[in-house]
């Protein structure tokens, strides 16, 4: 990892594209009470101050919850990419429009609708909704009861809308009627900011997007077990933390020397 951290530290411009729940944040059984560890606060904040450097939190929650979560305020300078990649807040000009189908939004209230009368006499089982779907979340259920919602609701989007696409993460399965995944998300943040590397780390199945379209010189990092194509993995998120300090005080000694 030393040598992958010294490449990225002496890049022109660098982009560091962070996942949040698992990555930043604890999982937890409230999606909206989730925040960054002191650790992982302080490493974003220390590389956000770092010359040349552009981080970005990139996310399945809709751009609303994200920046709830993450305490994002209006002067902020971390981008943020939400409902992963087909939202985006940036820097100067605040929340890029999104054009939304009529259809497609009453489709998806009349689903979500539909998705909380079929689970609600499951325990502990939450229907999220997100700007362009719903996420069924089975965190605080049993496995009875999470095995017969993702039955029930998959049974529905299936049915009712079978172009939707499904994604699986920890304890939740999101339904959206946009395709864009967080690969398209690093993929437009790289062109917007004129990245000459980046650094992407998560935690998640919908991470391994983002990993897998890395190029060379980026770096991939996966936080935690699961299969991956990241070349690195940390056992947690204050290791993460750890590593992005290292690296932003490395690109300072780096830059202060060119």
């Keep these: 990892m030393s040598a992958a951290l010294e490449m990225l530290a002496a890049t022109d411009q660098l982009l560091v594209a962070l996942d949040f ?4 944040s604890e999982l937890v059984d409230d999606p909206m009470t989730a925040r960054m560890t002191p650790a992982a606060r302080a490493a974003v904040d220390e590389l956000r101050d770092t010359p040349g450097t552009v981080v970005a939190l990139v996310s399945g929650r809709s751009l609303h919850d994200l920046r709830e979560i ?6 902020s300078d971390v981008v943020l990419a939400g409902s992963h990649g087909a939202e985006f807040w940036m820097p100067g000009s605040g929340r890029a429009a999104q054009g939304e189908d009529a259809a497609d939004a009453a489709l998806r209230g009349t689903l979500r609708a539909e998705a909380e009368t079929l689970t609600a006499n499951l325990h502990g089982v939450w229907i999220e909704p997100k700007t362009f779907g719903f996420g069924v979340h089975t965190r605080r259920a049993l496995p009875a009861d999470a095995e017969r919602a993702h039955e029930v609701v998959g ?5 009712r809308a079978p172009h939707w696409r499904r994604r699986v993460g920890h304890n939740i399965t999101e339904y959206a009627f946009r395709a864009e995944g967080k690969d ?3 993929a437009q943040l790289r062109e917007q900011v004129g990245a000459t590397a980046v650094l992407f780390a998560g935690d998640d199945v919908t991470d391994e997007d983002a990993i897998a379209s890395l190029q060379p010189g980026d770096l991939g990092i996966r936080v935690g077990p699961g299969p991956s194509s990241a070349r690195v993995r940390v056992a947690d998120i204050d290791e993460l933390a750890a590593t992005l300090t290292r ?8 830059r202060a020397q060119a």
């Design 184 to 186: 398209t998300a690093v």
């Design 70 to 75: 993450a305490e994002h305020t209006d002067g």
């Design 21 to 24: 729940d698992g990555t930043l």
């Design 247 to 254: 690296l932003a005080r490395l690109r300072t000694l780096r």
């Design 155 to 159: 049974g529905l989007v299936r049915e």
